[in-house]
């Protein structure tokens, strides 16, 4: 059997608890050393207030997705909403990363990943969203990096082939953890991945 492939992806938006702006670059960093790519879905609003950060992502060759411009939750937006909310975004991340996030999308906090009237909102807008399979909580204050850890790692594993990973940019438990995680996955036989290679 050949390696499992594993894509880890990072929402990176405006964080909602406690961090320093330093850890996307760390991040980057992490990830580069280990010659790992990776999918960022952007939020517009970060893009501009963290261009430097942005269009390093990008020339790193990681695959830049779309994750809206206000992060709010896809359901409570009109369907004309929607799509407004997507073009700014995409408008924000042309101009700060340099690239076109089409036609990778993530609702924020997964809202309305099931809903067909979004998903058909921001089909029409050029994208496609894309939820996730391995879910560990990473932006929850209590979460260690010991259990995040584990619960990448074990989880990503028991998927087996093709498993998308959420984590997110900014939480302080992702930067610990994530040397760790990815030799863990190598030593499981993993490789990881770009979405853009699990994906069709
Ligand atoms: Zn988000």
Same mark, same amino acid.
């Given at each position: 059997?050949?390696?499992?492939?594993?894509?880890l992806?990072f929402?990176?938006?405006?964080?909602?608890?406690?961090?320093?702006?330093d850890v996307q670059d760390r991040i980057l960093d992490v990830l580069g050393r280990a010659g790992v790519r990776a999918t960022f879905?952007?939020?517009?609003?970060?893009?501009?207030?963290?261009?430097a950060c942005?269009r390093r992502i990008a020339a790193e060759g990681h695959l830049v %997705?779309?994750?809206?411009?206000?992060?709010?939750?896809?359901?409570?937006?009109?369907?004309?909403?929607?799509?407004?909310?997507?073009?700014?975004?995409?408008?924000?991340?042309?101009?700060?990363?340099?690239?076109?996030?089409?036609?990778?999308?993530?609702?924020?906090? %997964?809202?309305?990943?099931?809903?067909?009237?979004?998903?058909?909102?921001?089909?029409?807008? %050029?994208?496609?969203?894309?939820?996730?399979?391995?879910?560990?909580?990473?932006?929850?204050?209590?979460?260690?990096?010991?259990?995040?850890?584990?619960?990448?790692?074990?989880?990503?594993?028991?998927?087996?082939?093709?498993?998308?990973?959420?984590?997110?940019s900014?939480?302080?438990?992702?930067i610990?953890?994530l040397p760790?995680i990815l030799e863990?996955?190598a030593?499981?036989?993993?490789?990881l991945v770009g979405?853009?290679?699990?994906?069709?």
């Amino acid at each position: 059997m050949s390696s499992p492939r594993v894509a880890l992806t990072f929402d990176t938006e405006h964080w909602s608890h406690p961090s320093t702006p330093d850890v996307q670059d760390r991040i980057l960093d992490v990830l580069g050393r280990a010659g790992v790519r990776a999918t960022f879905f952007l939020q517009g609003r970060w893009a501009t207030a963290y261009p430097a950060c942005a269009r390093r992502i990008a020339a790193e060759g990681h695959l830049v %997705g779309n994750h809206s411009h206000h992060h709010a939750p896809m359901s409570l937006l009109t369907d004309a909403g929607i799509e407004r909310d997507l073009a700014e975004a995409q408008e924000a991340i042309g101009e700060h990363a340099g690239v076109d996030p089409r036609p990778w999308f993530r609702c924020p906090f %997964g809202d309305g990943h099931d809903d067909q009237r979004v998903l058909a909102a921001v089909q029409r807008a %050029g994208y496609r969203n894309h939820h996730w399979d391995v879910e560990p909580d990473d932006w929850r204050p209590q979460r260690t990096p010991i259990d995040l850890e584990r619960l990448v790692i074990d989880g990503a594993l028991a998927h087996g082939d093709g498993a998308v990973v959420l984590l997110h940019s900014w939480p302080p438990a992702t930067i610990a953890a994530l040397p760790a995680i990815l030799e863990g996955l190598a030593a499981g036989g993993a490789s990881l991945v770009g979405l853009d290679e699990v994906t069709a």
